[in-house]
């Protein structure tokens, strides 16, 4: 596979949004380019289906409401829309889906990646799908790199991790996010590379799955941090990764049990200076952010701040009952900024 080639410092990348909702034959001609389909129950399927699209270079992105049909994908839709991966997802419901002899069974949260290279035929129950299409060009894939159509649980390393990237950029789409910074692209598409190839990716798609997989290991830490039980077993055993690779991975953060100890003291600190110390509030805060004993939260807050915990702040972090006047370098700076955001 080539690699992927990204610019680091590229700027956001533009959304182009579109929305569409109505009767089923509506449905039937957005999709004429991709697939043929007949509604289980066209009377029920007569009433409506909704659809809502983004385009985010290369990526276009649909989340998709609709009720029960079977789709047949034939060699006039592969000749059509045949350079591209479908990345999809049920949030609800499920489907059936034969392609070159091959059964494919997609569950509820389950990711499918299937390669619209071949012709398939698919039964669907109702669905709330989640939807990106990926061209082979992007990931530099070809079809005969790997399996048609691979599937992975919300369970597996893989799943779990496009998954995530899925909801990070579904997320920003449906809050109305007019640009996607090109890592977050990046990321998603490493690991769709990795999940149709995952012994010829290459060693650039490897990286951005890496990173995905940092950052579901941070979102894990962080949301543990109170857990005293806490620890490098903890993720090791979550992830399945080896002791080494989760090393390398925080070297920077001198490994993940410095990382755990920093993500610990920074938020008992945050905690400490929101709220006017009070007897006993060290200890509720050091235990609440799983310091194994006062001692231990001391000696950190000593080493990394200069102070006893108790020392550290005058008072709480407090809102001015009255701003301050505006100083002549903020009325530049604002003054600079209407004229970017005003158009010439």
Same mark, same amino acid.
């Given at each position: 596979?080539? $690699?992927?080639?990204?610019?680091?410092?590229?700027?956001?990348?533009?959304?182009?949004? *579109?929305?569409?909702?109505?009767?089923?034959?509506?449905?039937?001609?957005?999709? !004429?380019?991709?697939?043929?389909?007949? $509604?289980?129950?066209?009377?029920?399927?007569?009433?409506?289906?909704?659809?809502?699209?983004?385009?985010?270079?290369?990526?276009?992105?649909?989340?998709?409401?609709?009720?029960?049909?079977? !789709?047949? %994908?034939?060699?006039? *839709?592969?000749?059509?829309?045949?350079?591209? /991966? %479908?990345? %999809?997802?049920?949030?609800?419901?499920?489907?059936?889906?034969? &392609?070159?002899?091959?059964?494919?069974?997609?569950?509820?949260?389950? @990711? &499918?990646?299937?390669?619209?290279?071949? $012709?398939?035929?698919?039964? *669907?129950?109702?669905?709330?799908?989640?939807?990106?299409?990926?061209? %082979?060009?992007?990931?530099?894939? !070809?079809?005969?790199?790997?399996?048609?159509?691979?599937?992975?649980?919300?369970?597996?390393?893989?799943?779990?991790? /496009?998954?995530?990237?899925?909801?990070?950029?579904?997320?920003?789409?449906?809050?109305?996010?007019?640009? @996607?910074?090109?890592?977050?692209?990046?990321?998603?598409?490493?690991?769709?590379?990795?999940?149709?190839?995952?012994? &010829?990716?290459?060693?650039?798609?490897?990286?951005?799955?890496?990173?995905?997989?940092?950052?579901? @290991?941070?979102?894990?830490?962080?949301?543990?941090?109170?857990?005293?039980?806490?620890?490098?077993?903890?993720?090791?055993?979550?992830?399945?990764?080896?002791?080494?690779?989760?090393?390398?991975?925080?070297?920077?953060?001198?490994?993940?049990?410095?990382? @755990?100890?920093?993500?610990?003291?920074?938020?008992?600190? !945050?905690?400490?200076?929101?709220?006017?110390?009070?007897?006993?509030?060290? *200890?509720?805060?050091?235990?609440?952010?799983?310091?194994?004993?006062?001692?231990?939260?001391?000696?950190?807050?000593?080493?990394?701040?200069?102070?006893?915990?108790?020392?550290?702040?005058?008072? $709480?972090?407090?809102?001015? /009952?009255?701003?301050?006047?505006?100083?002549?370098?903020?009325?530049?700076?604002?003054?600079?900024?209407?004229?970017?955001? &005003?158009?010439?």
């Amino acid at each position: 596979m080539k $690699p992927l080639d990204f610019a680091t410092n590229a700027p956001g990348i533009p959304v182009f949004e *579109h929305k569409l909702d109505g009767p089923i034959d509506v449905w039937m001609y957005a999709c !004429t380019a991709i697939f043929g389909l007949a $509604p289980t129950n066209r009377k029920e399927a007569r009433k409506d289906f909704s659809l809502a699209s983004w385009f985010v270079d290369p990526i276009t992105i649909v989340n998709s409401k609709y009720h029960g049909m079977v !789709t047949q %994908h034939s060699n006039w *839709h592969v000749e059509e829309s045949g350079n591209q /991966i %479908h990345v %999809h997802r049920y949030a609800s419901g499920r489907a059936s889906v034969e &392609t070159v002899g091959l059964p494919v069974e997609c569950e509820t949260g389950a @990711i &499918t990646l299937l390669d619209y290279s071949r $012709p398939f035929t698919s039964v *669907h129950t109702r669905n709330d799908c989640h939807s990106f299409f990926v061209p %082979h060009s992007a990931i530099g894939y !070809t079809p005969s790199d790997a399996l048609h159509a691979p599937v992975y649980s919300a369970e597996s390393m893989i799943g779990r991790l /496009i998954g995530q990237e899925m909801d990070n950029l579904l997320n920003q789409l449906k809050n109305g996010a007019r640009s @996607i910074y090109p890592a977050d692209v990046k990321r998603f598409l490493g690991c769709v590379a990795v999940g149709m190839s995952p012994d &010829t990716a290459s060693q650039s798609a490897r990286v951005c799955a890496r990173e995905s997989l940092k950052r579901s @290991i941070r979102a894990f830490i962080e949301a543990r941090l109170h857990d005293p039980e806490l620890s490098v077993t903890t993720v090791l055993q979550s992830f399945g990764v080896s002791r080494a690779s989760l090393y390398r991975m925080f070297e920077t953060e001198d490994g993940v049990r410095s990382y @755990i100890s920093r993500r610990r003291l920074y938020r008992a600190v !945050t905690n400490l200076a929101e709220n006017p110390l009070r007897r006993g509030q060290i *200890h509720d805060v050091a235990e609440h952010w799983g310091f194994s004993s006062d001692a231990s939260f001391n000696r950190m807050v000593r080493r990394e701040f200069g102070v006893a915990p108790g020392a550290l702040f005058e008072a $709480p972090i407090s809102e001015p /009952i009255d701003a301050p006047p505006i100083s002549i370098v903020h009325e530049k700076m604002n003054a600079a900024a209407r004229r970017v955001a &005003t158009p010439a």
